[in-house]
């Protein structure tokens, strides 16, 4: 089975860097995802990691260390739009969900 | 290119019922899963169909069933229904088997009275 932890909530100021951390144990792993998701709207996919190392796509980057168990999310340059839930996700055969991570950004 | 679509949007049934709920996948996608969606439980894995075939399921009780169509659509079954049934039911699409990039339509929200 997977076990994913990541924090439950966190809070930043807008413009500023929020670091979302994600440990996993898992019994496969294809890779790791990463999406948000907006009250009452449906996942968007964000990143995939599946090779150790840094994966950027503009403001997001995401990082991968499969010895470890270990990824983590990272949002540069906040905006009031980032507030929202952001998932972790570990594939082997499936994808199990951590149970999120509540963003809020203030002004 | 549409996304994922999920019909319906909203569904309120009564405790013992049956419901059937769809999914059309991303053109060319082959694959279909579904979740389901809890405050308490979070996102957890249904099953999954790839070309028709049943490929993974999650631990959910044998009242929730499936089924994937040869245009790749796929239903979602759910007979005599429980209060704990109420959640917002998720389908994802993806190209190949559940190891790739999926992508989730808007869900169904069930809620059963």
């Known amino acids: 089975g997977q076990n994913i932890d990541q924090p439950t909530e966190m809070t930043a100021t807008e413009g500023a860097i929020v670091q979302i951390n994600c440990t996993y144990q898992?019994?496969?792993?294809?890779?790791l995802f990463w999406y948000q998701q907006h009250a009452g709207e449906a996942p968007t996919f964000l990143s995939y990691?599946?090779?150790?190392g840094l994966e950027e796509k503009g403001r997001f980057s995401s990082f991968l260390s499969r010895s470890k168990g270990y990824s983590y999310l990272l949002l540069k340059e906040l905006q009031m739009k980032d507030s929202a839930s952001y998932l972790c996700?570990?594939?082997?055969?499936?994808?199990?969900f951590g149970a999120g991570t509540t963003v809020t950004v203030r002004a | 290119k549409a996304g994922v679509t999920q019909t319906p949007r909203y569904l309120i049934k009564t405790r013992g019922q049956q419901v059937t709920l769809s999914c059309s996948p991303i053109?060319?996608?082959?694959?279909v899963s579904w979740y389901q969606q809890t405050p308490g439980q979070g996102l957890q894995f249904l099953f999954e169909?790839?070309?028709?075939?049943?490929?993974n399921k999650g631990n959910f009780p044998g009242r929730f069933s499936g089924r994937q169509f040869s245009n790749s659509r796929s239903e979602m079954n759910v007979s005599t229904l429980e209060l704990g049934d109420s959640a917002l039911y998720l389908c994802?699409?993806?190209?190949?088997?559940?190891?790739?990039?999926?992508?989730f339509g808007q869900g169904t929200r069930l809620t059963v009275v």
């Open positions: 994802a699409s993806s190209f190949r088997e559940m190891n790739t990039e999926a992508f």
């Open positions: 898992t019994s496969g792993f294809n890779g």
């Open positions: 996700a570990v594939s082997d055969y499936k994808l199990s």
């Open positions: 169909y790839f070309s028709e075939t049943q490929r």
């Open positions: 053109s060319g996608h082959r694959s």
């Open positions: 990691n599946v090779l150790d």
